[in-house]
């Protein structure tokens, strides 16, 4: 197995717990206060990082400005999903939809970067953009006579 597929498996497993503790976290607390301890988790990730890596800090100012813009995007991705979650949204919908992500990537990848799709691939962005219309139809419970 590829020591990348293996890290993707992980990230898949971290990430789809993380959906349901965000939502057991909004249950009972704002998304600002979920929000906050998650950045307080993610500094003690951080410097637990800094200690295993060293890392090497002769970065030109592209990458160093590129780092920070996925930074606070990712943070205000996280801290979209709280509200989304803490306004009653539901976990198997929310998560679901904002995991569709990949779509602006490859979307900004073909413009920006001037990548090409498949013929596969392009059918499996259709595919995954039908799966999130379909996903958040929510039908009305039926009352009881």
Do not use: D
């Not at 293996?6 to 717990?17: E, R, V």
């Not at 607390?29 to 410097?47: D, H, K, P």
């Amino acid at each position: 197995m590829h020591i990348w597929l293996l890290f993707a498996m992980l990230a898949l497993i971290f990430w789809g717990i993380t959906g349901v503790t965000q939502k057991l976290s909004t249950n009972c607390i704002s998304s600002e206060r979920s929000f906050l301890w998650f950045c307080w988790a993610m500094v003690a990730l951080s410097l637990v990082v800094l200690i295993i890596e060293r890392p090497h800090w002769g970065l030109g100012r592209v990458v160093v400005l590129s780092a920070i813009a996925g930074g606070a995007l990712n943070g205000l991705g996280a801290w979209t999903s709280f509200r989304a979650l803490e306004s009653g949204g539901k976990a198997s919908i929310v998560i679901s939809l904002i995991s569709l992500y990949p779509l602006l990537t490859v979307a900004l990848a073909v413009l920006l970067l001037h990548e090409r799709l498949t013929w596969t691939q392009s059918v499996g962005a259709v595919v995954a953009i039908a799966a999130a219309i379909l996903l958040s139809v929510e039908t009305e419970a039926k009352a009881e006579t």
